[in-house]
C-alpha cells in the first residue's frame, strides 16, 4: 500500500516538474535575443545612439577611398570591438579599438572615444588594399 502511493506521489511530481520546465523553456527562453548582456552590444548601442563625429584624419581617410560617413555607421553596427587593445576605463571618455569591414571590401580599424553624448571616431587604418591618399 504505501509503495503505491510513493510511486505516484514521484510520478506527479515529475509530471509537474516537466511541466513547469516546458512552461518555462516556451516563456523565457524560446525565441529570444539576449545579445544585450554582452558588453560589445552595449558598447555598440552606445556609439550608435551617439552623435558620430569624424576627426580630421578620419575624415581624409574615408574622403581618400570614396565612403561617406554613412559607412561609419554601418561600420560600427557590423564591426567587432577589440577589448585587448581598446582602454575602457580611460577618464573622462574610453577608448574603444574596433576592426570590421568598411564598405564592400575594405578591412579597417578603427578608434572610437565614446563619450556622453558623441562617439568620436580618432583614426582609421585600412587593413586591405593600398593607401594612395598618404
Known amino acids: ?31 529570444k535575443d539576449y545579445g544585450f548582456w554582452y558588453p560589445s552590444r552595449r558598447v555598440k548601442e552606445k556609439m550608435l545612439s551617439s552623435k558620430i563625429v569624424l576627426s580630421k584624419e578620419a575624415a581624409h581617410s574615408l574622403q ?11 561600420y ?3 564591426c567587432d570591438i577589440d577589448f585587448s587593445k581598446s582602454d575602457t ?12 569591414k568598411i564598405g564592400e571590401k575594405d578591412s ?11 562617439a568620436s571616431c580618432e583614426g ?3 587593413l586591405t588594399g593600398k593607401d594612395t591618399c598618404r
Open 64 to 74: 581618400c577611398r570614396g565612403l561617406e560617413q554613412k559607412a561609419i555607421v554601418s
Open 1 to 31: 500500500m504505501k509503495d503505491k502511493t510513493f510511486a505516484r506521489r514521484i510520478r506527479l511530481y515529475a509530471i509537474g516538474f516537466l511541466g513547469g520546465c516546458v512552461v518555462v523553456y516556451f516563456m523565457l527562453i524560446s525565441g
Open 89 to 100: 576605463h580611460r577618464e573622462p571618455c574610453p577608448y574603444y579599438s574596433t576592426i570590421g
Open 108 to 118: 579597417a580599424r578603427v578608434g572610437i572615444v565614446l563619450c556622453d553624448s558623441t
Open 124 to 126: 582609421i587604418v585600412f
Open 76 to 78: 560600427i553596427s557590423k
